[in-house]
């Protein structure tokens, strides 16, 4: 794939890996909502393969598939991003669970039960399981989790940088050390469902037939657990909240 000079040929690199984007956007939208067209991710791929394109060297260090990869998945991401599929009133009932589940966690040392959150928040259960359903694509961490003091964007830290910064590296090593602790705390039930879908990579219509359930339920489940551990994971037990705060 070079040319007489010796350089990378990049029409044909873009021809080459241009299934590389569609096999990641495919595995994204298995945890997207339904609202995601899967061409927006492609297009977005396409602009961060070829942005991979025009910055990669040889001498990097790296295979072009693995930086490509990290590009057009970053791309994909940001994306996502500038376009905020999530509304905002289901961020804030996203917020009001986290805050509900760090509540009920602090005054009963364990796991609250969907029954106990949905009395929490002062709704119907099966509201709160429709709630958990329009969930799917809920994600573990959002960009502005992670955003350093200085600015610096979460997605930097997963780019090639033969400078990178050894403390950032810890960083993220210590939000793994503390999102295996979240996980090895969530109920049983859950704790397999997450097993089966990010270890095991099935999706979720297979763990509800692993788990006996539908693959709706295994939805609310899944959406459940995030929510549990981003309620662990970004403060939301460290403080005790209030009642206004859960009923919003």
């Known amino acids: 794939m070079y040319n007489a000079a010796g350089q990378l040929n990049k029409d044909q690199l873009i021809?080459?890996?241009a299934p590389l984007v569609k096999r990641i956007a495919c595995h994204l939208m298995a945890r997207l909502p339904a609202s995601v067209q899967v061409d927006d991710l492609v297009q977005n791929g396409m602009l961060g393969l070829l942005d991979a394109s025009n910055r990669f060297e040889a001498g990097m260090g790296a295979?072009?598939?693995t930086y490509a990869a990290q590009r057009v998945r970053g791309a994909m991401l940001d994306g996502l991003r500038e376009n905020d599929w999530l509304p905002r009133s289901l961020r804030r009932d996203f917020r009001r669970i986290e805050v509900a589940i760090a509540r009920l966690e602090q005054e009963n040392g364990r796991p609250p039960s969907e029954r106990e959150l949905a009395d929490c928040l002062g709704m119907a259960l099966g509201d709160y399981q429709k709630m958990l359903q329009?969930?799917?694509g809920h994600q573990l961490v959002y960009l502005e989790d992670l955003v350093a003091e200085s600015g610096e964007d979460f997605l930097e830290h997963h780019l090639i940088d033969g400078d990178a910064d050894p403390a950032k590296l810890l960083q993220d090593q210590h939000l793994r050390q503390s999102l295996v602790?979240?996980?090895e705390a969530l109920p049983e039930r859950e704790r397999l469902l997450m097993a089966l879908y990010y270890e095991q990579d099935l999706n979720l219509r297979e763990v509800g037939a692993v788990m006996g359930v539908t693959e709706s339920r295994a939805c609310q489940l899944h959406s459940q657990a995030?929510?549990?551990?981003r309620a662990r994971l970004f403060g939301g037990?460290?403080?005790k909240a209030t009642k206004a705060e859960v009923h919003g």
């Open 63 to 65: 295979q072009f598939e």
């Open 134 to 136: 329009d969930a799917r």
């Open 181 to 183: 602790e979240a996980i």
């Open 237 to 239: 037990g460290e403080r």
């Open 226 to 229: 995030v929510i549990r551990l």
């Open 15 to 17: 021809q080459r890996f």
